[in-house]
């Protein structure tokens, strides 16, 4: 007997290629719109057709997307807004302190036990709230010699037994450059844990192509391997994205979910809770939700955590334990994420 449900069924799965599948991302907003059926003389709120940040969604994630819907829930999250512009007292640059905690380029060590290595500087979608969205991602290092004090770092400190691998999206690498990650980490005796911090199997699944796969088995047979996927909202989850989810399970991964609470996009606890069943039918679980990181340009998405508190008040009502995520907020010089209750 299996305590998790039944992987899907993924006999024959073949995903096509996903660096093709990312040359079709929208990268402007008027086709976007016109696949969504909207007219931008309609928006209901002001848009910002040049931005620094540029918009970036992959088909997959738009397809789940209703038509029609400025409020849909997925657009919300990367349609570019004028309010983005907007200067907020609190809002700043480096709002969780990533730059004071870089003691080795690309290397950000904050907490105690694991240390997190910024391994590529891409995703495959813009999410307009993004924490890192202003990080110099220019100044990492750009060759395996550039990377080298940080495994040395890495080797030396024997109180670190856990590889967060994140970005941008560390999935974003290709197969060859995701291999001799997991080989250098994997010849490290005092990493137990390898960890990858992704959304890709929510915003473009096909990346979880068989090679992939077989890199996770690998690595799975001899460390604890981690996944922890991004998602806010059930409608993200769609048939592919549960496949690419079940492959993942099936080759030894351990499956979390992050959110961010986000105003207008999951502020409800009916929301929240419709995720936490969707991702438990996949085998994952709720791990954290996040307090919005107050980065320029993303006051708008803010949720009081007043407000957050009640949410989370009614999902304990309504849910088991494991269904409920921790509600943190990130704070700059902190020892962990801050618990809001
Ligand atoms: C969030 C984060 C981690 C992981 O923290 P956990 O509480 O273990 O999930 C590690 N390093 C950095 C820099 C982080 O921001
Ligand atoms: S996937 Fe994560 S790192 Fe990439 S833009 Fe979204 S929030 Fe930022």
New binding site residues.
Partial sequence: MSYLPKVPDTAGWVPKDWQKDMQKAFRRLEPLLDFLHLNPKDAPYALALDTAFPILVSESFASAMRKGDWLDPLLLQIVPLAAEKNSSAGFNDDA?G?LP?QIIPGL????AS???LMVSPHCAIHCRYCFRREFPYADLPHSQKAWEPAWEYLRRDKSIN?I?F?GGDPLFLDNRQVQSLLDTAMAIPNIQTLRFHTRLPIVLPSRMDVQLLELFKAAASVKSLII?IHANHANEINTQVARALGELRSNGALLLNQTVLLKGVNDHADTLIALSHRLIQQGVLP??LHQLDRVTGTAHFEVAEKRGLEIIEEMRAKLPGYLIPKYVR?EAGQA??SPLY
Avoid at 108 to 111: S, V
């Fill in positions: 969780v990533d905690a950000l060590h904050k907490y694991r240390a997190l856990e967060v994140s922890v791990y954290y990130e962990y994420k």
